[in-house]
């Protein structure tokens, strides 16, 4: 057996194993549809997600009202629905069965929460959900590896939430284990490779390369006679802290936000010398 379908069918065994087993039944007309645990779905089959770690995968994300919760293959809409139930969040729900889509609205109007929450019967590869600040989802690994490069493109400090599978060599920023069930955070990254030249005023300025692996940072800061590698390097969505040792000897701690500008990248923040009082700094990237 090829390693690919052995690790579809691995998953397939892994989400089966989730949730009770439930015998296969005709669907019965769409008003009273009740889906059945297992049925087949587009590109996976339907396992709810437990209510303790719907819960888990919403506080991880650090939902609040301020955020737009969009959860791929929304199933029964649960997600969605705890989102606007529990933290006041808006939530849309993508789900490519009609009668899923159908019995989700239901749901919501039950839970009194339909003017926040919307379902769509939408392919999630076809859609456009950029403007989520949360994205949650419970999908095979070769699917959520296939989100990824849509994902890395959103907007820094979304955060993604997955149930069960990862993203291969992007490495979570958060996991959680609920007795063997498992969940995973990301924060998406900007994207800071390239070349910076930043301004301290009335002290110098520094042309910095940094190296880039998802939200993991390395970099090096010209100085006299060479060059010297930054310390304590950290991204978080877009923000970018680091320090470096200029040719004098001073330790500059820079912890700086990450803006994409019309003109290109900038960053901007503060900046402090020897342990003293923080300074303002900006910088803009000159070359990738």
């Not at 709810?48 to 888990?56: H, I, Q, Y």
């Not at 609205?105 to 859609?127: L, M, P, T, Y």
Request: with cysteine.
């Amino acid at each position: 057996m090829k390693r690919r379908s052995f690790a579809r069918l691995a998953a397939a065994l892994l989400l089966a194993s989730l949730c009770p087993s439930a015998s296969a039944q005709t669907a019965p007309p769409a008003a009273d549809y009740k889906p059945a645990i297992g049925q087949d779905g587009k590109d996976v089959i339907w396992i709810p997600t437990e209510p303790n770690m719907v819960e888990r995968m919403l506080r991880m994300a650090q939902v609040t009202s301020r955020d737009i919760v969009v959860d791929l293959g929304s199933g029964d809409g649960r997600v969605s629905i705890a989102a606007a139930r529990e933290f006041g969040a808006r939530a849309r729900g993508l789900e490519y069965n009609p009668d899923m889509v159908a019995l989700s609205r239901r749901e919501a109007q039950q839970a009194g929460v339909a003017e926040r929450v919307q379902f769509e019967q939408a392919d999630i590869f076809a859609s456009d959900f950029s403007d989520a600040t949360v994205v949650t989802m419970f999908l095979l690994p070769e699917l959520t590896l296939r989100l990824r490069p849509t994902l890395l493109k959103m907007k820094p400090g979304t955060r993604v939430v997955s149930n069960q599978f990862d993203m291969g060599d992007w490495a979570p920023d958060e996991t959680a284990d609920l007795g063997g069930r498992l969940a995973y955070l990301w924060v998406v990254p900007a994207q800071v490779a390239g070349t910076w030249k930043l301004e301290v005023p009335a002290t110098r300025d520094f042309e910095l390369t940094l190296q880039q692996g998802f939200q993991r940072v390395a970099g090096w800061a010209k100085v006299a006679n060479g060059r010297s590698s930054l310390r304590e390097a950290l991204l978080a969505g877009s923000r970018l802290r680091f320090a470096l040792v200029d040719d004098k000897g001073l330790l500059f701690e820079f912890d700086g936000q990450v803006e994409q500008k019309a003109e290109g990248k900038h960053i901007s923040g503060e900046v402090r010398i020897a342990g003293g009082a923080p300074a303002p700094f900006t910088g803009e990237r000159i070359a990738d």
